[in-house]
T-cell receptor, first 114, second 115 residues
Framework: SAVISQKPSRDICQRGTSLTIQCQVDSQVTMMFWYRQQPGQSLTLIATANQGSEATYESGFVIDKFPISRPNLTFSTLTVSNMSPEDSSIYLC???????????FGQGTRLTVV | AQKITQTQPGMFVQEKEAVTLDCTYDTSDPSYGLFWYKQPSSGEMIFLIY??????QNATEGRYSLNFQKARKSANLVISASQLGDSAMYFC????????????FGAGTRLAVHP
């Protein structure tokens, strides 16, 4: 099974600023995903991080607000840009192999925007 | 479109008793996977158990078992011998194995284990 290290684990940010979240996987995974969990809610997929190409965004999420990079099979970043208090959430990255029976998550980043 | 439904916002169980958390799903894909995760207050997502749509037997992992009823499109999680540390949010999720492999999550069930 893969281990995903995500950082930072939490942060308090000023509105209007940006935060970049990093995820490092200890083994190669085919798929990497970024999720948002708003307070008291379930997980919502932001985008699929594609290696070496632009991420595939879900409806309601745009690249200008959530730019994503994935330079190789084991590393990805998510940036939350021009933050507002509505962006306060837990952000989680996930990795799995195509058709795999497991999907692993990082520890999550608890973001508070003030 | 795929959909996961968890109809129990909260559940209570006495320590050492068994509890069933409900999950129903909807998909037109013949090949899919069903997952259960535990999320304690720390926020991490802990993988518990997986069931493939073609698996003939119900999945089991220690105290966790999955009651998979394909015709009813249900995948209920059974936790036996509940422990105080089982108090957490529990999420059911589904992934289609032929597409982008992304997970779709249910709303979750908050389980409280009482001593």
């Amino acid at each position: 099974s893969a281990v995903i290290s995500q950082k930072p684990s939490r942060d308090i940010c000023q509105r209007g600023t940006s935060l970049t979240i990093q995820c490092q996987v200890d083994s190669q995974v085919t798929m990497m995903f970024w999720y948002r969990q708003q307070p008291g809610q379930s997980l919502t997929l932001i985008a699929t991080a594609n290696q070496g190409s632009e991420a595939t965004y879900e409806s309601g999420f745009v690249i200008d607000k959530f730019p994503i990079s994935r330079p190789n099979l084991t590393f990805s970043t998510l940036t939350v840009s021009n933050m507002s208090p509505e962006d306060s959430s837990i952000y989680l990255c996930s990795g799995s192999t195509t058709g795999g029976t497991e999907a692993f998550f990082g520890q999550g980043t608890r973001l508070t925007v003030v | 479109a795929q959909k996961i439904t968890q109809t129990q916002p909260g559940m209570f169980v006495q320590e050492k008793e068994a509890v069933t958390l409900d999950c129903t799903y909807d998909t037109s894909d013949p090949s899919y996977g069903l997952f259960w995760y535990k999320q304690p207050s720390s926020g991490e997502m802990i993988f518990l158990i997986y069931q493939g749509s073609y698996d003939q037997q119900n999945a089991t992992e220690g105290r966790y078992s999955l009651n998979f009823q394909k015709a009813r499109k249900s995948a209920n999680l059974v936790i036996s011998a509940s422990q105080l540390g089982d108090s957490a949010m529990y999420f059911c999720a589904m992934r289609d194995l032929g597409g982008y492999n992304k997970l779709i999550f249910g709303a979750g069930t908050r389980l409280a284990v009482h001593p």
